[in-house]
């Protein structure tokens, strides 16, 4: 009787998987080897290794998947995804401009080639160059600040809490600063005035109602352990109806005719009028200066552009006081963020060219229609990648500044809603879809849709954005 000779085998077993020692010499794996090392390659095969043996076990393996070029695309995979930054850049379609969770203002190409030659070499952040002797961190920005605000003096740290605890730590340690009662403002991550001003080791005396505050409700408070007058402004509210304010000039008299500075905290901040750009206007701080400010704080990486920084101005005594206090080196930044910050600032020299050097000014300000062209480009693109389980269209829309800046204020804008035909999560899925891609795609879910709002996707950024909705699985 003649045996039929077996046919091929159709799945793999154990011991049809290579050695890992075979497969580190391998062709297949050369690529890998230079890429990562053999330290790192070697730890990435031998899980591989140990998951395809219990999947080939079970049965579940072609005979193809134990080659050594099969082996090595998912070594690949593997090792491409432990090696992926977490900090990576998105496509913020959120409809949010000034987004905090996204890193509020992109920087403008010169703050971006400042940092990168601060990154790569030694630089004069403390030395002198002109004396040949240490010098002070400040002075990189400071004479810009003092110059775009009209102060006499400036310094820099971390972000505006930063800069309003240590206003209070080194001006009102151990005693009282009055504040309105409308303006005790709670920020991100319940991070309270009240709280800033214990933390600051300051006593807050509250004076008016929540809607309504006086002059004389400052003047009657004062005493012997008031040690400075604050007005802040409530950037990320408003009260509206039956209110009552006083004004920063009206302040700063009380504070003059009883030998006290006024600190102002703006928030956000801004360097110019917005109003030139036809967006609703902040205060600037060259008019607070002006009125008799004698300390202004605001932050650097929202309506300014900035990167993320607290800037504190004012008085020349004042800022000395504050920089010879000790939560000043702990809070001081490092010459990355000097380095951004400077050539941010530097554009506010021309601020008639502002909006188009200015990232962040150039995307609050862009034209509605620009932003409604570019959703016609892009639908027809996104449907096709979506297929028939999604309804693509083009729908006006109304973007928000952000980061607790001009917070009843929206712009005009246009982007892609996106529908899904079919229920059970499915809307879900796909915004889980696009924020897994490899630039991920944030935006928004609302009234059963999807939210793309096309404001703040560059146009040059386009062909990116249509090239990775390939990876999308319809």
Request: with cysteine.
């Amino acid at each position: 009787m003649t045996v039929a000779p077996a046919g091929p085998r159709a799945a793999a077993t154990p011991g049809d998987i290579p050695a890992l020692d075979r497969l580190l010499r391998d062709a297949a794996f050369a690529d890998l080897l230079a890429t990562y090392g053999r330290t790192e390659l070697t730890r990435a095969l031998r899980g591989a290794l140990d998951a395809l043996r219990a999947r080939v076990v079970e049965g579940a393996v072609p005979l193809a998947g134990t080659n050594a070029s099969s082996i090595a695309t998912d070594v690949g995979a593997a090792l491409e995804q432990r090696h992926r930054r977490v900090l990576r850049r998105v496509f913020n379609l959120s409809g949010t401009v000034l987004h905090t969770n996204l890193g509020r203002a992109p920087l403008p190409q010169a703050a971006v080639d400042a940092l990168v030659d601060a990154a790569a070499a030694p630089v004069n952040l403390e030395f002198d160059l002109a004396a040949g002797r240490r010098g002070d961190r400040d002075r990189v920005v400071e004479s810009l600040l003092c110059e775009l605000t009209g102060a006499e003096a400036a310094t820099v740290v971390n972000n505006n809490a930063a800069a309003v605890l240590l206003a209070l730590a080194a001006l009102a340690n151990r005693r009282e600063v009055i504040v309105s009662r409308g303006e005790l403002v709670e920020i991100g991550g319940s991070f309270r005035i009240p709280d800033v001003m214990r933390t600051a080791g300051a006593r807050l005396r509250e004076v008016g109602t929540t809607n309504r505050t006086h002059a004389a409700d400052y003047a009657e408070a004062i005493g012997p352990r008031t040690a400075a007058l604050m007005k802040v402004h409530t950037s990320n509210y408003l009260v509206v109806g039956y209110t009552a304010g006083v004004d920063v000039a009206a302040l700063a008299a009380i504070a003059r005719t009883h030998g006290l500075p006024l600190v102002v905290d703006l928030g956000s901040g801004s360097l110019v009028d917005l109003g030139h750009f036809g967006l609703p206007r902040e205060p600037v701080v060259r008019d607070v200066i002006a009125a008799g400010a004698d300390l202004v704080t605001f932050s650097g990486d929202k309506l300014l552009g900035g990167p993320q920084t607290g800037l504190l101005v004012g008085s020349a005594a004042l800022v000395q006081r504050i920089k010879r206090h000790p939560l000043k080196r702990a809070l001081r930044v490092g010459k990355l963020t000097l380095a951004a910050l400077e050539p941010v600032l530097a554009l506010y020299r021309s601020p008639e060219r502002l909006a188009e050097r200015l990232p962040a000014l150039r995307l609050l300000t862009r034209a509605p229609a620009a932003i409604e062209a570019q959703a016609l480009r892009l639908a027809p693109a996104v449907q096709q990648a979506l297929g028939d389980r999604c309804e693509v269209a083009v729908a006006a829309m109304e973007s928000r500044i952000g980061s607790g800046a001009l917070p009843t204020a929206t712009l005009p804008s246009h982007g892609l809603a996106i529908r899904v035909r079919r229920r059970g999560g499915a809307l879900d899925r796909l915004d889980d879809a696009l924020r897994a891609l490899p630039r991920a795609v944030v935006g928004r879910i609302a009234d059963k849709a999807l939210w793309l709002d096309l404001r703040c996707l560059d146009e040059a950024d386009e062909a990116a954005f249509v090239a990775q909705l390939a990876r999308l699985q319809p």
